[in-house]
């Protein structure tokens, strides 16, 4: 049985901090755009806000485009840098990472390859959703996407 699934995902609206980082800056990217929108979500009127993610596309030249954000109820006017932006809808491959986020670097280049393997076609855009902050980083679950084309 694979640890990988094919499902139909929704179109979700977001708050994000929209950048386009090299890969050693990615962390300090994410810090910074984890504040930004930790302090707006307050004066955006967004109604419930669900899990934090991070939405990137294919790198490209060594840079990649990269949205850290959270799941919100609706869209909204754009506070500083925090904007509006959606996760997309469609079909996409699904991996539920059980374990420390340090399994994440090699967790997407598997997931890739489980792809290529069975001649699926990525349309470049891929995200991860970071469930609640488990006690025991072992039993920490980060649900992979990738779009398929």
Known sequence: MSDYTIVT???QYTAVVKSTVG????????RSARA???????QLNVGPVGDSFTLCR??????MRYEPGVIVARAFAPIGDVVPSE???GRAVRHVLVGPLDLLPPAW???F???STNRLKLEGTFWQVY????????KQETTLFALLA
């Open 58 to 63: 294919m790198p490209r030249g060594g840079q």
């Open 131 to 138: 469930g609640p902050t488990a006690a025991d980083p072992e």
């Open 109 to 111: 280049p598997a997931l």
């Open 9 to 11: 995902v929704d179109q």
């Open 113 to 115: 390859s489980w792809c």
């Open 87 to 89: 996760l997309p809808a």
């Open 36 to 42: 930004k929108i930790a302090e707006a979500l307050a």
């Open 23 to 30: 890969m050693p800056n990615m962390s300090q990217a994410e």
